[in-house]
């Protein structure tokens, strides 16, 4: 079988002067729960106080991967592009990659957040915050998201977070998935296309983030722009997996000229630097209004440039003594893709402000994919979904399915079916010279960024369904 017919599986509250003492988001987060007390409740959904619960477990814990040899399988694809290897369905996670696209919506408070301050400068700290707190339901996220098929689709609606989103899978060869959200209260819109590019160097997968990402605050008629740092999962081989965020994401409000340059550290020399990321935001004259610093894996703060820098000089002082000390205990464990046991949390300056801080996960988390809740969510299929969602819609797809119900011998003859029913609709439509047609979005010139992307051509919320192709 050629490349061509391979089916592509993809790895892939807060004022701005309160310090970092006795901070807390609890406050923000409820003052920013859409009122959906006026939704009609049938009383199929379970409700707490007019809110929709979801679930917060899978049927099914983690399938073990102990007795599997991820060598076999990848010792022919050293500098190959992974998205062409076909790959068990042991190494995946149950969510389609336009489910985990969905996860950049878990911290939509900041979003809210960047709406409701009258500063640039504020309000991109918050977008910075958003942007970093995208990725952080990557950390220990080691199975692979099912790759859509072409044509699939999703979407989620959460009245809790104020916001609705639709997704569709819009090109096979390459993979691209296409995305949009919107506040159900009229505040933003955020959407984007993303192609992850993935190669297997030996011992790690580095996926390399393609597309870009687009943020509207209405209100303020700002536009934000940026792209997704580099990842690379390490000890694919042998070892515990883990993961690593790095390069640079630089956000740019088209309005104001404001920048934001985040640098996310690679591990380093006895990973001192894992996990962190530091930056800093400038006006369109170029002038420093902060700096911004912390761990996308855990929390992310603000602090004024001179305070920072006078931190950093007392700090060195310090360093200097212990340097010598640090190299001679870590000289005998240099391996690079060693995961290190011990993780040193955040250490914060006096006089800085807290953007943003990740949510808990769950205590049966490490058993469930470690999964967060917000991703727990994302597969339920929820009494009466069936005859409201489109029927590409993610939800329906069997593998899936059975994956999350912990039938992975059922998962693995659904994907191998699917996959074979989609290369017959691709060799029927070149055979009739067919060329495949997106339903909701289409191909156009980003106008902030001049570049090529997939944008949202409306209607899917009316419903109106016929002519969907059969992709299940």
């Not at 993961?243 to 404001?258: A, K, L």
């Not at 955040?346 to 490490?366: E, F, M, N």
């Amino acid at each position: 079988m050629s490349n061509e017919e391979e089916f592509y599986d993809a790895v892939t509250g807060l004022d701005s002067d309160e310090s970092y003492e006795g901070v807390s988001e609890a406050s923000f987060k409820d003052a920013l729960v859409f009122d959906s007390s006026s939704q009609k409740n049938n009383g199929s959904v379970p409700q707490e106080n007019g809110i929709k619960k979801h679930r917060t477990s899978l049927p099914s814990p983690m399938y073990s991967r102990n007795n599997v040899s991820f060598w076999s399988i990848l010792k022919k694809c050293i500098g190959l592009e992974l998205s062409k290897i076909t790959m068990p369905i042991v190494f995946n996670e149950p969510l389609s990659f336009l489910q985990r696209i969905t996860e950049y919506m878990e911290h939509t408070y900041l979003i809210n957040r960047a709406c409701s301050l009258s500063d640039s400068i504020e309000r991109m700290q918050a977008v910075a915050a958003f942007a970093v707190s995208a990725v952080a339901s990557q950390w220990d996220r080691t199975g692979k998201p099912f790759n859509p098929l072409l044509g699939e689709t999703y979407e989620l609606t959460r009245e809790d977070q104020g916001f609705k989103l639709v997704s569709e899978q819009v090109s096979h060869h390459p993979p691209v998935s296409a995305f949009h959200a919107e506040s159900l209260a009229g505040d933003f819109v955020f959407h984007g296309s993303i192609y992850p590019k993935l190669k297997f160097w030996g011992k790690n997968v580095e996926a390399e983030p393609k597309g870009t990402i687009t943020l509207e605050l209405l209100k303020y008629n700002e536009a934000y722009t940026w792209s997704n740092p580099c990842c690379c999962v390490h000890n694919v081989i042998l070892g515990k997996l883990w993961i690593e965020q790095y390069g640079t994401v630089e956000i740019t409000n088209h309005s104001t000229g404001d920048k934001c340059v985040l640098n996310f550290k690679p591990g380093g020399m006895f990973y001192k630097e894992l996990h962190k990321v530091e930056g800093y935001i400038l006006d369109k004259s170029k002038k420093k209004h902060c700096v911004i610093y912390g761990k996308w894996t855990e929390c992310l703060w603000s602090i004024d440039p001179q305070a920072y820098e006078a931190h950093k000089k007392s700090e060195k002082k310090g360093d200097n003594k212990k340097q010598k000390n640090e190299e001679q205990d870590g000289a005998e464990n240099d391996d690079a893709d060693d995961m290190p046991e011990v993780q040193e949390t955040v250490s914060v300056i006096p006089g800085s402000t807290l953007l943003w801080r990740v949510d808990p996960r769950p205590a049966h988390s490490a058993e469930m994919y470690n999964f967060t809740n917000f991703a727990m969510s994302l597969n339920e299929l929820e009494p009466g979904m069936e005859a409201i969602l489109a029927p590409t819609d993610c939800r329906f797809r069997p593998d899936i399915r059975a994956m999350e119900n912990g039938n992975m011998d059922e998962a693995s003859q659904e994907k191998e079916r699917l996959e074979e029913k989609q290369r017959a609709a691709r060799k029927e439509r070149a055979k009739n010279e067919e060329e495949w047609s997106t339903r909701w979005f289409q191909m156009g010139t980003n106008p902030y960024t001049g570049s090529q992307g997939w944008f949202y051509t409306g209607g899917y919320f009316n419903r109106n369904y016929q002519d969907l192709p059969d992709i299940y």
